[in-house]
């Protein structure tokens, strides 16, 4: 192992990773779908990334090109094996209070990014979310489900347009800690 990856490893408390990729692929030409299944990345050491997407407009463009390839659904699990912990203490030992404590101004951070959106009582489940996963991470839950398909080169601009597009456009909901 190199020296810069070996000492990326020992600011976290690491001496060695073992990574998991793995992944199912389906697609119907004939309905230009696709689902993804159980598309997972994992650290064993650190956490995982699973998602679920079923896809729309993938295969050949129409002329016009108003078929863009985007998605219907979308689910993005992530579940917490130390990853939070150790980005928080990188750089020196802390306590499991100052950890604590570390995570709550961290919830109350990302709250206050939300600005308005926080408030929002139609969002209230979803900050909710938010605020547990910052306060004791364990597993977050991101799902999409947007009331028409969305195309995959329109997502910069959701995302540009703050929060609010988000939840509305997406159909974006969380869930934390399930």
Same mark, same amino acid.
Do not use: C
């Given at each position: ?119 929002? !009582? ?11 996963? =910052? +306060?004791? &991470? #364990?597993? %977050?839950?991101? $799902? /999409?489900?947007? !009331? ?11 995302? =540009? +347009?703050? &929060? #609010?597009? %988000?939840?509305? $456009? /997406? ?8």
């Amino acid at each position: 192992m190199d020296e810069p990856v070996k000492a990326s490893l020992q600011r976290f408390g690491l001496t060695s990773i073992t990574a998991n990729m793995g992944a199912a692929f389906q697609w119907d030409a004939d309905k230009k779908t696709a689902t993804l299944q159980d598309a997972v990345f994992s650290v064993e050491e650190l956490g995982s990334l699973q998602l679920n997407a079923d896809l729309v407009n993938i295969g050949p463009a129409s002329p016009a090109g108003s078929n863009q390839p985007g998605f219907s659904k979308a689910t993005l699990h992530y579940r917490d094996a130390s990853l939070i912990n150790r980005l928080l203490s990188a750089g020196g030992q802390r306590s499991q209070a100052q950890l604590a404590q570390m995570r709550q101004m961290f919830a109350a951070n990302l709250l206050h990014g939300l600005g308005p959106v926080a408030s929002d !009582p139609k969002l209230a489940s979803s900050v909710k979310a938010i605020s547990d996963f =910052a +306060q004791t &991470p #364990q597993s %977050l839950t991101i $799902t /999409l489900v947007p !009331p028409a398909p969305v195309p995959l080169a329109t997502m910069k601009d959701v995302a =540009a +347009q703050g &929060p #609010q597009a %988000l939840f509305v $456009t /997406l159909g974006l909901s969380i869930a934390a800690n399930q």
